[in-house]
Every structure is written in structure tokens, then in C-alpha cells.
């Protein structure tokens, strides 16, 4: 285990938020605008909602890119967001703004529209059949998952190039198990002997889909009064390649929470999508190299609270009974 982490990267900068509001009154030709409130949820930008009048198109959402490497994922974002408001009817906001010059102000940001509903992570206590959120969860994902690319890659803003998908498994398992060796983990062997067996039963996919790979109720709205996913957003992080990884962030964030919700998702992918018989299996295997991946990660920066939540997570995952169903 590790010491304790810094606060999130979004709170380690700070922004004038009177200046943002100038800057989009000015973009927009609006009157001052009214109200600037960071939004909760975000962890590694500056996401602030701006009300210049008191309907929903008098509203926009302003994502602030404030860490370097992380530019080229809100570029990423915007050309994918195009995409995918072009191939599907999924309810992805519009892109208002972008300004990747850092001429206005010394971090990237692009203007999103407001989308209706409520956040997900703060209503999802409040929806009475949940299996309803469940089937509209698999929906979606099935539609997302119908994206598809030539070349898997890790994350779609990096220029890095791969032709296999289990190339890039290894290399994140590679990479995992050698940051556990360095910091005197005393059972990686365990680890890597689970791993060894898993990865034998993984099919290189034929095509390569699009993965949220942040699939979360954070990044989701959803309306109470038409039980229906109304935005989804946030695809900084999005992959190409298995399709059956973006369950683990599921299982993670959701699933294990809300087993109903769970069993009406997998119900309903099963119908429209690709599902895997032995997806439960296969989902489990993700969930640990997800971890391996964000225990480097959050070890790189600093996050050293998240990499001991890390390790946790890939001990209950690899040593533990693992629940289903």
C-alpha cells in the first residue's frame, strides 16, 4: 500500500471563472452571464455549466483541459462526438465552441450545449424500476459498440500505433505487473498466474469498437419523467477494441451496486449487441487489467489513494470469489 494522494488535478488550478464568463459572453454576443458553477463530477478538468437566461439554450457546459497530456483527449472528444452525432441518434451535446490555440486563455477549451435531464450519479437513488435504466444502458451500449475502427487502440487520442488488441493487453499487463514489483507487492505471482490463464481465452476482435471506457452514472443525464437516458458525455477516454471491456466499468461503478440494474443491461445487450458466453469470465479479466492500467497511472500522478483502491480491487478480483448474477 501507499501514502496518501493529493487532491483531484481539477482543484490543483485555479481559474477566473468572471474571466470564462467574459470570454463566452463575447464568443456567444450574450449579456453577462448570469450564474458559473463548477460542476461535482469533474475530476481531471476545469467543467463549468455558464446560465446566461433561465431556459436550457441559454445554458452551456465549458470543459477546461488545465494538464498538458491530456490536450490531445479533448480534441479526441470533440472529433469524436462529431462522429458519433453523425452515424447515431444517441443524445451526445453539440459542440458550440472550440478554441485549441490557448490564445484567450493558457489552457484548451471547447463550449458544449447543455443537455436536459439530471446527472445520473445524482438521480439514480430516486429511479423506483431500475431495470429500466438497465435496459437503456444496454442500448446505448450496443449502438456505441456498433462504431467500429480498423486498428484497436488503448486510447483513441494517442498516436501510438498497434494491429492487435491483445498486443496492447500486454503491454498494459507488462507494465502493471512491473509498477507492483517496483513498489514490493507481495503477490504479483498470484496475480500473474491468474492473468496467464485469462489471457489465453481472449479472441482478437475481426473489428475494432468503439468504447466509452468511462461508462459511468457521472457521465451520464437522465430524465425521471420519461425513464430514458437523456446525454452522454465525456469521451476523453475511448478505446478501440473489445468491446466486452467497457463492461468492467460497469460491473465496477454500477452493477455491484445495483444487481437489478445489472441483469436487465446484460438482458438487453444480449438482444442488440454481441455478447460473449463466457462474458462474465472475460468482464472479470478486464476489470483487472483496468486496474493494472490505472494503478500505473495513478501512481505516475500522484493519486496515491486511487492506486491503493487499485489494489484492492485486483486482489478481490483475482483472490476472492468473484459474485455474478
Same mark, same amino acid.
Given at each position: 500500500?501507499?501514502?496518501?494522494?493529493?487532491?483531484? #488535478?481539477?482543484?490543483?488550478?485555479?481559474?477566473?471563472?468572471?474571466?470564462?464568463?467574459?470570454?463566452?459572453?463575447?464568443?456567444?454576443?450574450?449579456?453577462?452571464?448570469?450564474?458559473?458553477?463548477?460542476? %461535482?463530477?469533474?475530476?481531471?478538468?476545469?467543467?463549468?455549466?455558464?446560465?446566461?437566461?433561465?431556459?436550457?439554450?441559454?445554458?452551456?457546459?465549458?470543459?477546461?483541459?488545465?494538464?498538458?497530456?491530456?490536450?490531445?483527449?479533448?480534441? #479526441?472528444?470533440?472529433?469524436?462526438?462529431?462522429?458519433?452525432? %453523425?452515424?447515431?441518434?444517441?443524445?451526445?451535446?453539440?459542440?458550440?465552441?472550440?478554441?485549441?490555440?490557448?490564445?484567450?486563455?493558457?489552457?484548451?477549451?471547447?463550449?458544449?450545449?447543455?443537455?436536459?435531464?439530471?446527472?445520473?450519479?445524482?438521480?439514480?437513488?430516486?429511479?423506483?424500476?431500475?431495470?429500466?435504466?438497465?435496459?437503456?444502458?444496454?442500448?446505448?451500449?450496443?449502438?456505441?459498440?456498433?462504431?467500429?475502427?480498423?486498428?484497436? =487502440?488503448?486510447?483513441?487520442?494517442?498516436?501510438?500505433?498497434?494491429?492487435?488488441? =491483445?498486443?496492447?493487453?500486454?503491454?498494459?499487463?507488462? +507494465?502493471?505487473?512491473?509498477?507492483?514489483?517496483i513498489n514490493n507487492y507481495a503477490h504479483v505471482k498470484g496475480v500473474e498466474e491468474y492473468i496467464k490463464k485469462e489471457f489465453s481465452k481472449v479472441q482478437e476482435p475481426k473489428k475494432y469498437s468503439l468504447v466509452h471506457r468511462d461508462l459511468q452514472?457521472?457521465?451520464?443525464?437522465?430524465?425521471? !419523467?420519461?425513464?430514458?437516458?437523456?446525454?452522454?458525455?465525456?469521451?476523453?477516454?475511448?478505446?478501440?477494441?473489445?468491446?466486452?471491456?467497457?463492461?468492467?466499468?460497469? !460491473?465496477?461503478?454500477?452493477?455491484?451496486?445495483?444487481?437489478?440494474?445489472?441483469?436487465?443491461?446484460?438482458? +438487453?445487450? %444480449?438482444?442488440?449487441?454481441?455478447?460473449?458466453?463466457?462474458?462474465?469470465?472475460l468482464v472479470r479479466f478486464y476489470e483487472v487489467i483496468r486496474d493494472l492500467y490505472f494503478y500505473n497511472r495513478d501512481i505516475q500522478y500522484g493519486e496515491l489513494?486511487?492506486?491503493?483502491?487499485?489494489?484492492?480491487?485486483?486482489?478481490?478480483?483475482?483472490?476472492?470469489?468473484?459474485?455474478?448474477?
Amino acid at each position: 500500500m501507499t501514502m496518501s494522494s493529493k487532491m483531484s #488535478l481539477s482543484s490543483q488550478v485555479e481559474i477566473d471563472d468572471r474571466e470564462i464568463g467574459k470570454i463566452l459572453s463575447e464568443i456567444f454576443g450574450r449579456t453577462e452571464a448570469k450564474e458559473i458553477r463548477h460542476l %461535482s463530477y469533474a475530476f481531471t478538468n476545469k467543467t463549468l455549466l455558464v446560465r446566461f437566461g433561465e431556459n436550457d439554450n441559454d445554458r452551456v457546459v465549458a470543459k477546461i483541459c488545465i494538464k498538458e497530456d491530456r490536450f490531445p483527449k479533448l480534441e #479526441l472528444e470533440t472529433n469524436l462526438i462529431s462522429r458519433i452525432a %453523425s452515424e447515431t441518434e444517441l443524445p451526445v451535446p453539440d459542440i458550440l465552441h472550440k478554441d485549441f490555440s490557448r490564445s484567450k486563455i493558457k489552457y484548451p477549451f471547447v463550449v458544449y450545449s447543455f443537455l436536459s435531464g439530471e446527472n445520473l450519479a445524482d438521480s439514480i437513488m430516486h429511479i423506483e424500476e431500475k431495470e429500466k435504466l438497465g435496459i437503456e444502458l444496454g442500448k446505448l451500449a450496443s449502438v456505441l459498440h456498433q462504431i467500429k475502427f480498423d486498428d484497436p =487502440k488503448f486510447s483513441l487520442a494517442s498516436t501510438e500505433k498497434h494491429n492487435s488488441w =491483445k498486443k496492447i493487453l500486454e503491454e498494459v499487463i507488462t +507494465t502493471g505487473i512491473n509498477k507492483l514489483q517496483i513498489n514490493n507487492y507481495a503477490h504479483v505471482k498470484g496475480v500473474e498466474e491468474y492473468i496467464k490463464k485469462e489471457f489465453s481465452k481472449v479472441q482478437e476482435p475481426k473489428k475494432y469498437s468503439l468504447v466509452h471506457r468511462d461508462l459511468q452514472p457521472q457521465n451520464l443525464h437522465w430524465d425521471n !419523467e420519461l425513464q430514458r437516458i437523456v446525454g452522454v458525455f465525456d469521451f476523453e477516454s475511448a478505446m478501440a477494441g473489445d468491446h466486452h471491456f467497457e463492461f468492467n466499468f460497469l !460491473e465496477r461503478r454500477l452493477f455491484k451496486t445495483y444487481p437489478v440494474i445489472r441483469k436487465s443491461f446484460y438482458d +438487453t445487450y %444480449s438482444k442488440h449487441g454481441n455478447l460473449d458466453e463466457n462474458y462474465e469470465n472475460l468482464v472479470r479479466f478486464y476489470e483487472v487489467i483496468r486496474d493494472l492500467y490505472f494503478y500505473n497511472r495513478d501512481i505516475q500522478y500522484g493519486e496515491l489513494d486511487r492506486a491503493n483502491e487499485d489494489v484492492e480491487s485486483i486482489e478481490r478480483l483475482v483472490f476472492d470469489n468473484w459474485q455474478v448474477g
